[in-house]
T-cell receptor, first 118, second 113 residues
Framework: NAGVTQTPKFQVLKTGQSMTLQCAQDMNHEYMSWYRQDPGMGLRLIHYSVGAGITDQGEVPNGYNVSRSTTEDFPLRLLSAAPSQTSVYFC?????????????????FGPGTRLTVT | AQSVAQPEDQVNVAEGNPLTVKCTYSVSGNPYLFWYVQYPNRGLQFLLKYITGDNLVKGSYGFEAEFNKSQTSFHLKKPSALVSDSALYFCAVRDGDGQNFVFGPGTRLSVLP
């Protein structure tokens, strides 16, 4: 198993440019998510998906778009990059816990993408 | 709403000494609690989790954590620290009714030789 893979590892964008961060997992996980990590702020949830065709917003969704056409892939799109989006982005996946069933699955994280917007 | 606090930005401990990294949480419903570790330029790695049952949870690399419901805490511990334990540690919570995780701000652990 490759686990969770992310590409690219590094990216520099100019303000206003758009790009897509790729994320894929080969563990057949239903749940996938995107976080950004900024110093002193921990990880903040951008968007998440509980299965193919289903996505929802997290804590900081503005300026980002996602889709989930397959179980394996969950790309994150930056529509018009801004310097405030300079961050490290992590994709994560897990089995999907069902409400009230007493389970809680840990998330597996990708290696991250370091994005700089100038 | 769920929240997680890690009251210490930095913890320094001498190699061979016991270490504790603190975490307190706030959730509605039953708490599902996690600890992750992040080494430089790497993604987060799962260490351990508390779902239910025994309040002392054992995890990877000799780490354990103690769940205390009355104090709403889930402190990470290790009896004897190694220099290689130096990293950034995150506490996270997922409440019983949701799919999503909320992470604390992280605590940087430095183990001094």
């Amino acid at each position: 198993n490759a686990g969770v893979t992310q590409t690219p590892k590094f990216q520099v964008l100019k303000t206003g440019q758009s790009m897509t961060l790729q994320c894929a997992q080969d563990m057949n996980h239903e749940y996938m998510s995107w976080y950004r990590q900024d110093p002193g702020m921990g990880l903040r949830l951008i968007h998440y998906s509980v299965g193919a065709g289903i996505t929802d917003q997290g804590e900081v969704p503005n300026g980002y778009n996602v889709s989930r056409s397959t179980t394996e892939d969950f790309p994150l799109r930056l529509l018009s990059a801004a310097p405030s989006q300079t961050s490290v982005y992590f994709c994560a996946s897990s089995y999907s816990s069902r409400t009230g069933d007493g389970t809680a699955y840990e998330q597996y994280f990708g290696p991250g993408t370091r994005l700089t917007v100038t | 709403a769920q929240s997680v606090a890690q009251p210490e930005d930095q913890v320094n401990v001498a190699e061979g000494n016991p270490l504790t990294v603190k975490c307190t949480y706030s959730v509605s419903g039953n708490p599902y609690l996690f600890w992750y570790v992040q080494y430089p330029n790497r993604g987060l790695q799962f260490l351990l989790k508390y779902i239910t049952g025994d309040n002392l949870v054992k995890g990877s690399y000799g780490f354990e954590a103690e769940f205390n419901k009355s104090q709403t805490s889930f402190h990470l511990k290790k009896p004897s620290a190694l220099v290689s334990d130096s990293a950034l540690y995150f506490c996270a919570v997922r409440d019983g009714d949701g799919q999503n995780f909320v992470f604390g701000p992280g605590t940087r652990l430095s183990v001094l030789p």
